[in-house]
């Protein structure tokens, strides 16, 4: 169940206690404190935005004069980190106001972590999404003048224009987020109807699967946790009613057992075994956080996770083409080979006759093979060159009238049966000396 309030109540709020410089009757507020109680101010009047607020009911919550009260908030409103008015002896919150945070000091290394992971959402997300835009600009503003001029025109070189109904998507989840609000929206699953329901937005998490951003919290209907996908809700709107986040909710606990953001009801074990060629470049990522890992007597590499849900993992497999082998679930496995298959209709790729698998010689780091039956074909022409450019005349009559054949016609049966000296290479015990002939 989730807790949802008509208003948001006063808490009682701990602070420091206040600090008294020898014997002056004087406070000295604590920055963490004040910082805090701005924090909260925000927040007062955020979660109530239809709501007046008066000075001396705001300096009761805060535990704090009314004088300061009216220093917090002219702070807080000429700094833009709270837009409100007063009319009469209340403060009210502008109507379609936006949210202003307080500052947040970097230093060079935080500062570019930042960029960095905003660089990679901005070029890797489904819709373009101004907001990361507007915050590269800003933060490249704040880096050294000799990286500014180059970041800037990275920065300008993104899309200028966006979907407005993700952008008011987007705004009503982030603020329902922050200020703990129901959101009603619309979302409208890939293969189901559109339908409306009452949310509360619990967590936001990015996913590189699809490039896009989910909303993890209690959705009614169906009355439990959920996921959404913001490019598809199409339509969201705040309300003013309230919700508190459950105590037994943890974020973090979900997301590690999923691979992006699926994270399912009951964990799977999934096995893979990679080919010799990408083994280095399979150890060298930590793909999953329960990942294991055992190198196997070929060069390769067995790997397995257990995830929430696999079928998030399929882009990422399917990325590894004919490197890696699904071992386990059966159900990942099977669904691999059918998509295989569909494949190989599209393509018009007809099976390969068996004599074509077997293989006679590998390179030296055995990663590519010569088939049997090219290297039988390539020892008989060999041979015939030798009979018809090496031999001589008598040499040939004599092995044609052992052989009781013309001249030309024992040079081909010498020629074949050269071809077949490696015959023997088609058998189970040779091939199973390359691995990926194994089950062949």
């Given at each position: 169940m989730v807790a949802v309030n008509s208003e948001i109540p006063f808490p009682n709020l701990e602070y420091n206690e206040s600090k008294y410089l020898g014997g002056n009757t004087v406070p000295v507020i604590d920055a963490d404190t004040k910082m805090q109680r701005l924090l909260e101010l925000q927040m007062l009047f955020w979660r109530n935005p239809g709501r007046s607020l008066r000075t001396a009911e705001i300096a009761a919550y805060l535990g704090v004069t009314e004088r300061t009260v009216r220093n917090y908030l002219d702070e807080l409103s000429t700094s833009g980190r709270l837009p409100i008015y007063k009319e009469g002896w209340e403060w009210h919150l502008l109507e379609d106001a936006r949210m202003g945070l307080l500052p947040v000091n970097l230093d060079l290394e935080e500062g570019t972590q930042l960029y960095l992971a905003m660089r990679l959402?901005?070029?890797?997300?489904?819709?373009?999404?101004?907001?990361?835009?507007?915050?590269l600009v800003k933060l490249i503003s704040a880096m050294p003048p000799t990286l500014s001029g180059h970041l800037e025109r990275l920065a300008h070189g993104l899309p200028t224009q966006a979907d407005p109904r993700y952008a008011d998507v987007f705004r009503a989840i982030v603020y329902g987020w922050a200020t703990r609000r129901v959101v009603n929206l619309e979302y409208h699953p890939l293969k189901l109807k559109p339908y409306w329901a009452r949310f509360c937005p619990y967590l936001l998490e990015p996913s590189a699967i699809g490039y896009t951003v989910y909303a993890i919290g209690h959705s009614d209907p169906p009355g439990a946790l959920r996921t959404y996908k913001l490019e598809r809700i199409t339509q969201a709107e705040l309300s003013d009613e309230t919700f508190d986040l459950p105590e037994d909710f943890d974020g973090l606990a979900l997301l590690k057992q999923a691979w992006g953001v699926m994270y399912g009801e009951e964990l799977q074990t999934v096995i893979l075994r990679f080919h010799p060629r990408v083994a280095r470049r399979v150890k060298e990522?930590?793909?999953?956080?329960?990942q294991t890992y055992r190198d196997l007597d070929d060069g390769g590499v067995e790997w397995s996770a257990q995830v929430g849900d696999w079928l998030e993992m399929l882009p990422w497999i399917r990325g590894w083409g004919g490197d890696v082998t699904v071992l386990e679930?059966?159900?990942l496995?099977?669904?691999l080979i059918n998509e295989t298959r569909r494949l190989a209709a599209i393509y018009d790729i007809q099976p390969i006759p068996t004599y074509q698998l077997l293989w006679a010689k590998t390179n030296k780091d055995k990663t590519r093979t010569h088939p049997l039956i090219c290297h039988m074909i390539d020892v008989a022409q060999v041979t015939l060159a030798l009979w018809d450019e090496v031999l001589t005349e008598s040499i040939r009559a004599q092995f044609a009238a052992a052989l009781g054949l013309d001249v030309d016609a024992a040079g081909r049966l010498i020629a074949f049966w050269a071809g077949l000296h490696d015959l023997g290479k088609a058998s189970p015990c040779f091939q199973r000396k390359y691995p990926p002939t194994e089950k062949s």
């Amino acid at each position: 169940m989730v807790a949802v309030n008509s208003e948001i109540p006063f808490p009682n709020l701990e602070y420091n206690e206040s600090k008294y410089l020898g014997g002056n009757t004087v406070p000295v507020i604590d920055a963490d404190t004040k910082m805090q109680r701005l924090l909260e101010l925000q927040m007062l009047f955020w979660r109530n935005p239809g709501r007046s607020l008066r000075t001396a009911e705001i300096a009761a919550y805060l535990g704090v004069t009314e004088r300061t009260v009216r220093n917090y908030l002219d702070e807080l409103s000429t700094s833009g980190r709270l837009p409100i008015y007063k009319e009469g002896w209340e403060w009210h919150l502008l109507e379609d106001a936006r949210m202003g945070l307080l500052p947040v000091n970097l230093d060079l290394e935080e500062g570019t972590q930042l960029y960095l992971a905003m660089r990679l959402l901005a070029r890797h997300s489904d819709e373009p999404n101004l907001t990361i835009r507007a915050v590269l600009v800003k933060l490249i503003s704040a880096m050294p003048p000799t990286l500014s001029g180059h970041l800037e025109r990275l920065a300008h070189g993104l899309p200028t224009q966006a979907d407005p109904r993700y952008a008011d998507v987007f705004r009503a989840i982030v603020y329902g987020w922050a200020t703990r609000r129901v959101v009603n929206l619309e979302y409208h699953p890939l293969k189901l109807k559109p339908y409306w329901a009452r949310f509360c937005p619990y967590l936001l998490e990015p996913s590189a699967i699809g490039y896009t951003v989910y909303a993890i919290g209690h959705s009614d209907p169906p009355g439990a946790l959920r996921t959404y996908k913001l490019e598809r809700i199409t339509q969201a709107e705040l309300s003013d009613e309230t919700f508190d986040l459950p105590e037994d909710f943890d974020g973090l606990a979900l997301l590690k057992q999923a691979w992006g953001v699926m994270y399912g009801e009951e964990l799977q074990t999934v096995i893979l075994r990679f080919h010799p060629r990408v083994a280095r470049r399979v150890k060298e990522t930590i793909w999953h956080p329960s990942q294991t890992y055992r190198d196997l007597d070929d060069g390769g590499v067995e790997w397995s996770a257990q995830v929430g849900d696999w079928l998030e993992m399929l882009p990422w497999i399917r990325g590894w083409g004919g490197d890696v082998t699904v071992l386990e679930p059966p159900e990942l496995r099977e669904r691999l080979i059918n998509e295989t298959r569909r494949l190989a209709a599209i393509y018009d790729i007809q099976p390969i006759p068996t004599y074509q698998l077997l293989w006679a010689k590998t390179n030296k780091d055995k990663t590519r093979t010569h088939p049997l039956i090219c290297h039988m074909i390539d020892v008989a022409q060999v041979t015939l060159a030798l009979w018809d450019e090496v031999l001589t005349e008598s040499i040939r009559a004599q092995f044609a009238a052992a052989l009781g054949l013309d001249v030309d016609a024992a040079g081909r049966l010498i020629a074949f049966w050269a071809g077949l000296h490696d015959l023997g290479k088609a058998s189970p015990c040779f091939q199973r000396k390359y691995p990926p002939t194994e089950k062949s």
